[in-house]
């Protein structure tokens, strides 16, 4: 992945290692310092399709989104096909992925959540 200045030069890049069997690898619409980690690395956020199994077929598709640093570091891996972040009123920080699991004070939690 590489970023860019707002000359169209390249600023910084790096790689994630993904596997074998994908598919669709796309970078979503998410950029942040601070969300998922409390270094200075940039964040991003990254949609996998792939296969798992010896004969991929309809059974052992995954779909993902993988929470990576500018490092080329996984910090997260989460089910789904689409995320967002939002930050409430409250200053909480959460994250919404198809499977509805949520980002609040540093860790994932499982569930519905309301009032944002």
């Known amino acids: 992945m590489k970023t ?9 890049n790096f790689t994630i290692q ?3 069997s994908a598919n669709q690898v796309e970078v979503m619409n998410h950029y942040s310092t601070g969300l998922f980690s409390t270094d ?3 964040e991003f ?8 199994g010896v004969n991929p077929g309809p059974d052992d598709q995954v779909w993902e989104v993988w929470v990576v640093n500018s490092k080329g570091d996984i910090l997260k891996k989460l ?8 930050t409430d009123v409250e ?4 994250l919404f992925t198809s499977t ?6 540093g860790q994932l939690h ?6 944002l």
């Open 4 to 12: 860019y200045s707002d000359d169209i030069e390249v600023v910084d």
């Open 18 to 20: 993904v596997p074998a």
């Open 40 to 42: 200075a690395d940039r």
């Open 45 to 52: 956020l990254i949609f996998l399709h792939y296969f798992e």
């Open 79 to 86: 089910d789904g096909y689409a995320a967002e972040t939002k």
């Open 91 to 94: 200053g909480n920080k959460k």
């Open 100 to 105: 509805l699991q949520a980002f609040v004070h």
């Open 110 to 115: 499982a569930g519905s959540f309301s009032g």
